[in-house]
């Protein structure tokens, strides 16, 4: 039955095709039934309502992600690498990503989470890790080729681990007999992170407006750090040596203005809107950088919602 509905989809004008579809997810739970993608509106939105003080994320995940989803046959994957310091957003826009790709969100079987420190801790166990994350790979795109496959903590990666991805990040149509062109692979890293945040200060001292900050301004040196740094998992890694990410996506450090914006979006969550004093309270109780300043929180929001828990 699955297998009529299937080709009836491929050769059915366009409103019976809408039914044949209807009709085989109701019976099915094949990924692109689950796959409802709303760029444009959705996830656009969520980035410029609930992402704080990241002009160049913003712009470059909403295009990318648009971009390629436009394109019913890629020629390779998308390839994000999210570079910044702790509390920045890099977590928060790849989890925005999951939401807005698939109906079931992040607890979709299709999304892919990977931590360094949990599933790949043993540094003499990197062969073993390397052909495990493989068959893990090749499986899961097997079963869908449009599966998201997020990489955190890459900081944390053992060297050498994550280059076994190489084949599937390529041009090649087919790799291990897998289709797997129409798949998205986030890795987040706080790799780069000095580069970034000295060009942030930078514009500060000098007066200038953050949003001046273009990504010609950081990606070279963002790479450079990665592919050099022996704490990146990026590490003299083929997967750079082959120009292999489609972009990497600086996120600047936060002044006490964003934090005090996360400080009220966390608020309002929590139906406290007005409690302007717990914003002053806590925007205050964060650690700023450098001595000399004090212009960008050491931790950007990650502290926010423990601190409100103080001062509420």
């Known amino acids: 039955m699955l297998a009529v509905l299937a080709v009836l989809l491929l050769f059915a004008p366009q409103p019976a095709c809408s039914v044949f579809q209807r009709l085989y997810c109701t019976i099915s739970d094949s990924c ?28 470059i995940v909403s295009e990318e992600v648009a971009k390629f989803l436009q394109n019913k046959s890629p020629e390779r994957p998308l390839v994000l690498s999210f570079h910044g310091s702790s509390g920045t957003g890099k977590t928060l826009v790849s989890s925005m990503l999951g939401n807005h790709l698939y109906g079931s969100a992040m607890s979709s079987p299709y999304v892919h989470q990977f931590i360094p420190t949990l599933h790949f801790p043993l540094a003499n166990e990197v062969q073993a890790y390397r052909e495990g994350l493989r068959r893990w790979v090749q499986g899961n795109l097997t079963e869908c080729a449009r599966s998201v496959f ?38 987040i890293s706080t790799t780069g992170e000095d580069a970034i945040n000295q060009l942030a200060l930078q514009h500060r001292q000098a007066g200038r407006d953050r949003e001046e900050i273009r990504l010609e301004d950081l990606e070279e040196a963002v790479a ?24 990497f996506v600086p996120f600047l450090p936060l002044t006490r203005l964003h934090v005090e914006r996360c400080i009220r979006s966390q608020l309002c969550q929590r139906d406290s809107c007005g409690r302007l004093d717990v914003v002053e309270a806590v925007g205050g109780d964060m650690i700023y950088s450098p001595v000399k300043g004090h212009y960008f929180s050491t931790t950007g929001c990650k502290t926010v919602p423990a601190k409100i828990n103080l001062f509420l």
Not at 157 to 184: C, Q, W
């Open 32 to 59: 692109e039934c689950d796959f409802k993608p709303n760029i444009r509106a959705d996830l656009e939105w969520d980035l410029y309502r609930n992402l704080f003080g990241q002009h160049l994320a913003q712009d």
């Open 224 to 247: 450079h750090s990665v592919y050099s740094s022996n704490t990146s998992g990026f590490f003299n890694s083929s997967i750079i040596q082959q120009k292999l990410i489609t972009r």
């Open 150 to 187: 997020i990489f955190d903590e890459m900081e944390k990666m053992p060297p050498g681990l994550i280059d076994i991805l190489e084949p599937f990040l390529g041009p090649s149509h087919v790799v291990f007999r897998t289709n797997y062109r129409k798949a998205i692979y986030i890795f």
